[in-house]
């Protein structure tokens, strides 16, 4: 994964790619097995991960992480 010159990986990266890209790769089932949280559990949806997320900033990390590894090759 090509860093930015911050060295910040998830830098330029929404919320919303970042929950689009995992969700379609991994799907909502998977993201709920390695994040255990209703939005990825119960009738998942983008919008419903986003508004949980935005309030929610240790789930918000944990897939931040989820993410970081997944481009980085470490799934």
């Known amino acids: 994964m ?3 010159k911050s060295g910040d990986p998830l ?8 929950v689009t890209e995992l969700s379609a790769h991994f799907g909502f089932e998977e993201m709920g ?3 255990p ?3 990825f ?3 998942p949806s983008i919008k419903s991960s986003l508004t949980f ?3 929610t ?3 918000r990390a944990k897939v ?7 481009k980085a090759g470490r799934q």
Not at 11 to 18: D, K, N, Q, S
Not at 64 to 70: D, L, N, P, S
């Open 11 to 18: 830098h330029g990266v929404t919320l919303e790619r970042l």
């Open 57 to 59: 900033p240790w789930a």
């Open 64 to 70: 931040e992480e989820m993410y970081v590894a997944w």
């Open 53 to 55: 997320l935005r309030k």
């Open 37 to 39: 949280v209703r939005c």
């Open 41 to 43: 559990l119960f009738d």
């Open 2 to 4: 090509t860093q930015s």
């Open 33 to 35: 097995r390695r994040v």
